[in-house]
């Protein structure tokens, strides 16, 4: 897809990915609908962007809630007279075992890592069908392939959206709408600044791809219509060797992250 006079919505777009992705996008000429929780940050975001991109407009919405997905969904179409691109970005990971994560904290994680994009895809289908056309990207993880201890619920919610992104893309795919999954991996954004565990201030310190890595690859995917991208590439190898040597894969993560156990 030529990027060029397009329309897009970005989830998350307040800050890391989203963000970079944004940017990314008015780059090329694309018209960004910027969707995030936080307003303030929201706010400095839309700076930025009204240099690049006047006509870019920014809704501050709780997407574990179908009605305001619903009534942004309207209002951009309204608005713009299409909608050409969804980017499902925006998410959360609350680092705990599973028996410590309150039935409030798990169904949160599920609300906004699963649902919150397949409300927007929902929300959005009946107007990239009536164009006949229409990209859809949703950012999964790399967490939701190689799991770790203490993400148990987000990885869930990520393989499950990468499961129901997969059979969304071949049952779109014959309607003119492109499906197309993100994996990053290891990135370093705000998702675990909220950590107050051990670990989940080792994984942080362990994020250190710059977020302007998954961007590239989310405009990527749109522009040459990519299926799944793992970003970045160096995860495409980690991945073989959890798939084809489970049993030892498994047994040196559990004895490097043992320390950070307590």
Avoid: W
């Avoid at 400095?44 to 407009?57: I, L, N, R, Y």
């Avoid at 690859?217 to 970045?232: D, H, N």
């Avoid at 190898?237 to 894969?249: V, Y």
């Amino acid at each position: 897809m030529d990027l060029r006079h397009t329309i897009a919505i970005v989830t998350g777009a307040a800050s890391g990915i989203g963000r970079e992705t944004v940017m990314e996008l008015t780059g090329r000429g694309c018209t960004p609908v910027l969707v995030d929780i936080q307003q303030d940050k929201l706010a400095e975001v839309m700076q930025e962007v009204h240099k690049h991109a006047p006509a870019a407009t920014a809704e501050v919405c709780d997407i574990s809630d179908f009605n305001q997905i619903k009534r942004i969904v309207q209002t951009v179409n309204e608005q713009y007279g299409e909608i050409d691109i969804l980017i499902n970005n925006a998410g959360m990971m609350i680092v705990k075992f599973f028996e410590e994560t309150s039935q409030e904290e798990f169904d949160r994680q599920m609300a906004v890592n699963f649902y919150g994009g397949v409300n927007f895809i929902r929300a959005v289908l009946p107007i990239m069908e009536k164009q006949g056309r229409g990209v859809i990207i949703n950012v999964a993880s790399v967490g939701g392939r190689l799991i770790v201890p203490g993400t148990a619920v987000y990885a869930a919610s990520k393989a499950a959206f990468q499961g129901f992104s997969e059979s969304l893309y071949f049952e779109l795919k014959d309607k003119g709408i492109h499906v197309g999954i993100i994996l990053p991996g290891g990135t370093r954004t705000g998702i675990f600044d909220a950590s107050t565990t051990k670990l989940g201030k080792y994984y942080q310190s362990q994020s250190k791809t710059q977020p302007k890595i998954a961007a590239k690859a989310i405009r990527q995917a749109i522009e040459k219509e990519r299926f799944v991208t793992i970003t970045p590439s160096s995860y495409k190898l980690l991945i073989e060797a959890h798939d084809f040597f489970p049993g030892l894969f498994s047994k040196q993560l559990l004895n490097r992250l043992r320390p950070y156990f307590k």
